[in-house]
């Protein structure tokens, strides 16, 4: 525990050092050993690695959250600032120099040039097999959690960052097959050489199964990428672990729920009544993840952001210190009914559903405990628009909506003028104006 305390003392410092910023300083304190010199030992890497943890789940995953959220309906603004109320209208005119634009684009690409870092350490400092194989696995998790986060929201990204600012940028299954080049490589490292007791016990928490955390995020990028079969295997390796433990963000008094601050202790959004869901896809009212997620009628949203009904926040969220879990058992469920669906194997793909639906011994307490589907179970696209209102429900809140409206709904036409009604109201985010302003490679914006 103290050894601990002293790396995530030296993580801070580390986060808010010139490494990770675009500004330098024109001095230097003869006091403090350089970020080379941390770095290029295993105690630096730890302390880089405890860091990042700190910084991503506070600081990251508020925007993988919130930035989709509000695009795909799930929070409705109820403050005045500029940034989120132009993220609820969306349309063509979405600004680039929106804050709503360049948050999520500057925290994850800093996320990300951490974990490089970490990586390049994890190769070059001298250090046991153990100890080095779970640095590099846990390097190549963060890194494919901020590509797989960044592609969702831009049509295309940087796979590396670069010193001189000028990244070169890939598209979407580029990115996809570079986060599961990232996490087959972690997998593989831990099978061949397991993690070193001294790795796990300074980097890792107790509410983290490193193992099950890469083959879950495998399942979710193979799916993404259209393969299924292998988003299955992955599923099924989280799914039937002997490992019980439940990979969650953990917050204290220092570090609090991010989405909590911005929710119940802020009050700048809340959740949307029915999950922002409407017409056909408004869950059943017995659907017990109503009551786990929503409390009470909580007012309405803007009416220049909406109007629509809001409801106070429960959930993973309703606590300055409730911990948000990195990924949920039932979407392992939901990704095997898609894949299922998806190779046409329909019977497969509604016992998957069902698993879901049906569910009341959810380790997280994310149970539907309804009766089975009765729908067309012959009928493949009436399986994947169920299968989209349980993702839209189980996963609420999780940055996951954003994808999945664009993958089960590719033809829905957005429309051009601000919009707050739409299912989304874009399909890609503009690439913020700095990046445009000191990056020659940046491409030209998506329309929507």
Request: charged share 20%; proline share 5%.
């Given at each position: 525990?103290?050894?601990?305390?002293?790396?995530?003392?030296?993580?801070?410092?580390?986060?808010?050092?010139?490494?990770?910023?675009?500004?330098?300083?024109?001095?230097?304190?003869?006091?403090?050993?350089?970020?080379?010199?941390?770095?290029?030992?295993?105690?630096?890497?730890?302390?880089?690695?405890?860091?990042?943890?700190?910084?991503?789940?506070?600081?990251?995953?508020?925007?993988?959250?919130?930035?989709?959220?509000?695009?795909?309906?799930?929070?409705?603004?109820?403050?005045?600032?500029?940034?989120?109320?132009?993220?609820?209208?969306?349309?063509?005119?979405?600004?680039?120099?929106?804050?709503?634009?360049?948050?999520?684009?500057?925290?994850?690409?800093?996320?990300?040039?951490?974990?490089?870092?970490?990586?390049?350490?994890?190769?070059?400092?001298?250090?046991?097999?153990?100890?080095?194989?779970?640095?590099?696995?846990?390097?190549?998790?963060?890194?494919?959690?901020?590509?797989?986060?960044?592609?969702?929201?831009?049509?295309?990204?940087?796979?590396?960052?670069?010193?001189?600012?000028?990244?070169?940028?890939?598209?979407?299954?580029?990115?996809?097959?570079?986060?599961?080049?990232?996490?087959?490589?972690?997998?593989?490292?831990?099978?061949?050489?397991?993690?070193?007791?001294?790795?796990?016990?300074?980097?890792?928490?107790?509410?983290?199964?490193?193992?099950?955390?890469?083959?879950?995020?495998?399942?979710?990028?193979?799916?993404?990428?259209?393969?299924?079969?292998?988003?299955?295997?992955?599923?099924?390796?989280?799914?039937?672990?002997?490992?019980?433990?439940?990979?969650?963000?953990?917050?204290?008094?220092?570090?609090?729920?991010?989405?909590?601050?911005?929710?119940?202790?802020?009050?700048?959004?809340?959740?949307?009544?029915?999950?922002?869901?409407?017409?056909?896809?408004?869950?059943?009212?017995?659907?017990?993840?109503?009551?786990?997620?929503?409390?009470?009628?909580?007012?309405?949203?803007?009416?220049?952001?909406?109007?629509?009904?809001?409801?106070?926040?429960?959930?993973?969220?309703?606590?300055?210190?409730?911990?948000?879990?990195?990924?949920?058992p039932g979407e392992m469920m939901l990704n095997k009914a898609e894949a299922y669906a998806r190779l046409?194997?329909?019977?497969?793909?509604?016992?998957?559903?069902?698993?879901?639906?049906?569910?009341?011994?959810?380790?997280?307490?994310?149970?539907?405990?309804?009766?089975?589907?009765?729908?067309?179970?012959?009928?493949?696209?009436?399986?994947?628009?169920?299968?989209?209102?349980?993702?839209?429900?189980?996963?609420?809140?999780?940055?996951?909506?954003?994808?999945?409206?664009?993958?089960?709904?590719?033809?829905?036409?957005?429309?051009?003028?601000?919009?707050?009604?739409?299912?989304?109201?874009?399909?890609?985010?503009?690439?913020?104006?700095?990046?445009?302003?000191?990056?020659?490679?940046?491409?030209?914006?998506?329309?929507?």
């Amino acid at each position: 525990m103290k050894n601990i305390k002293i790396y995530t003392i030296i993580g801070a410092v580390l986060v808010c050092s010139s490494l990770f910023t675009a500004c330098e300083t024109e001095f230097e304190n003869p006091n403090n050993p350089t970020e080379d010199v941390v770095l290029g030992t295993k105690e630096g890497l730890f302390a880089l690695a405890t860091g990042i943890r700190q910084y991503y789940s506070v600081t990251a995953l508020r925007q993988v959250i919130e930035v989709p959220g509000i695009t795909t309906r799930e929070l409705g603004v109820t403050n005045t600032f500029l940034n989120i109320n132009e993220l609820a209208q969306g349309g063509a005119e979405l600004p680039a120099e929106s804050g709503g634009i360049s948050n999520p684009w500057t925290y994850l690409l800093k996320a990300k040039g951490m974990s490089e870092s970490l990586i390049e350490g994890a190769n070059t400092v001298e250090l046991t097999a153990g100890t080095r194989s779970g640095l590099l696995a846990y390097g190549n998790l963060i890194k494919s959690m901020c590509l797989g986060a960044l592609i969702e929201m831009f049509e295309q990204v940087p796979i590396d960052n670069s010193a001189d600012g000028e990244a070169l940028f890939s598209d979407k299954a580029t990115v996809l097959a570079e986060c599961i080049l990232l996490l087959e490589e972690a997998r593989d490292e831990l099978a061949a050489e397991p993690m070193s007791d001294d790795f796990e016990s300074s980097v890792l928490w107790t509410d983290m199964s490193l193992e099950k955390t890469i083959n879950a995020f495998l399942s979710r990028y193979q799916l993404m990428a259209g393969n299924y079969a292998e988003s299955i295997v992955s599923a099924d390796a989280v799914l039937n672990s002997d490992d019980s433990t439940n990979s969650m963000w953990v917050y204290d008094a220092n570090n609090e729920n991010p989405i909590w601050n911005r929710t119940v202790n802020s009050a700048d959004l809340n959740p949307q009544s029915n999950f922002g869901l409407t017409g056909d896809y408004i869950p059943e009212a017995e659907d017990g993840r109503i009551d786990f997620y929503l409390g009470a009628d909580a007012g309405f949203a803007n009416e220049d952001a909406g109007g629509q009904a809001l409801s106070e926040m429960l959930g993973f969220f309703e606590s300055s210190t409730a911990p948000i879990p990195i990924y949920l058992p039932g979407e392992m469920m939901l990704n095997k009914a898609e894949a299922y669906a998806r190779l046409n194997q329909l019977d497969d793909a509604v016992d998957q559903l069902n698993l879901v639906r049906q569910k009341t011994d959810d380790p997280l307490g994310v149970n539907a405990n309804l009766p089975a589907w009765t729908g067309d179970e012959a009928n493949a696209d009436a399986i994947l628009e169920e299968i989209y209102i349980n993702r839209s429900v189980e996963l609420f809140l999780t940055g996951l909506r954003f994808g999945d409206s664009k993958r089960f709904h590719p033809d829905f036409e957005v429309p051009l003028e601000a919009n707050t009604t739409n299912e989304r109201n874009r399909n890609y985010y503009p690439y913020p104006s700095t990046e445009r302003e000191n990056n020659p490679n940046t491409p030209d914006d998506p329309t929507i």
